[in-house]
């Protein structure tokens, strides 16, 4: 059986981990991470967003978007 590995699996020890999502969460508080968003779409439109995806044609993130 064989899984992905995980962001946590490169780095050495919790310190590590600690201290990249620190400076991971003061980059986000600065304003300076941005995420390119190509479309929302509905849950239900939740098969278009995985074609979309899987043939390379959105060229940001894919929101589903639910109601409430």
Do not use: N
Request: glycine share 4%.
């Amino acid at each position: 059986f064989l899984t992905r590995p995980h962001l946590v699996d490169y780095m050495r020890d919790q310190a590590e981990v600690r201290d990249r999502s620190q400076a991971l969460l003061e980059a986000w508080a600065a304003g300076k991470l941005s995420v390119t968003i190509d479309r929302v779409l509905p849950l239900e439109a939740a098969g278009e967003a995985h074609t979309l995806l899987e043939s390379r044609a959105a060229k940001g993130k894919i929101l589903l978007k639910t109601t409430a």
